[in-house]
């Protein structure tokens, strides 16, 4: 008669949020036959976590401890009716919620300088694609010669805006480039004092 032999190896989740994994190799000798079937029959076993042990490693996150404490005493509470509480649905409903939780408590940990240094990347990216970033810049030279008082037909911000909007179509906002006067003559005021 021939003998199975069964490899496995635990595969951790790399964030520690999710219940590990068994990987399974087999290895047959003799006349048995080790079927897929078996395999996975042995991997459900195997990778089953009951509830208790999906709560006990809420308590790890610290922002979860009290939730954790709830799901456990509903579980006891739910336990003592001589039910399985691992398939009670409200209970495996709201401890993956939790868990859904702790992933972005995680998520939330991350230094907070990657997620800023990755968000002004990206806007850095978006503006050096926008035409009216070009235009600005080209309005600003306006706004320049104006000030310098080259441009006396454009007294006020609003007729420095029109003018902007028909020269350069892609500007369609004359409250913004409005805006733009105020913090550029600010700018410029500030620059005077020092």
């Known amino acids: 008669m021939g003998e199975r032999t069964i490899f496995y190896r635990a595969v951790e989740d790399p964030l520690g949020l999710l219940p590990d ?4 190799t087999g290895e047959i000798s003799g ?3 080790l079927t897929r079937e078996d395999f996975e029959a042995l991997a459900k076993v195997l990778n089953k976590q009951s509830i208790m042990s999906r709560i006990q490693r809420l308590r790890e996150h610290a922002q979860l401890v009290f939730t954790a404490d709830e799901l456990h005493s509903l579980a006891i509470e739910k336990g003592a009716g001589s039910r399985d509480i691992d398939d ?5 409903a709201r401890v993956a919620e939790a868990e859904l939780a702790a992933m972005y408590f995680h998520a939330e940990g991350l230094p907070a300088r990657t997620r800023s240094k990755t968000a002004k990347t990206a806007a850095a990216a978006k503006l050096v694609k926008d035409p009216k970033q070009t235009v600005k810049g080209e309005a600003f030279l306006l706004w320049q010669e104006r000030h310098a008082g080259q441009h006396p ?7 420095f805006a029109l003018e902007c ?7 369609t906002s004359a409250k913004v480039i409005c805006g733009w006067c105020t913090k550029w003559t600010r700018d410029a005021k500030s620059q005077r004092a020092s």
């Open 31 to 33: 006349k048995v036959e």
């Open 153 to 159: 037909k454009l007294r006020t911000n609003e007729q």
């Open 165 to 171: 909007m028909r020269r350069w179509p892609t500007l």
């Open 88 to 92: 009670d649905w409200e209970l495996r």
């Open 21 to 24: 994994t068994i990987e399974l």
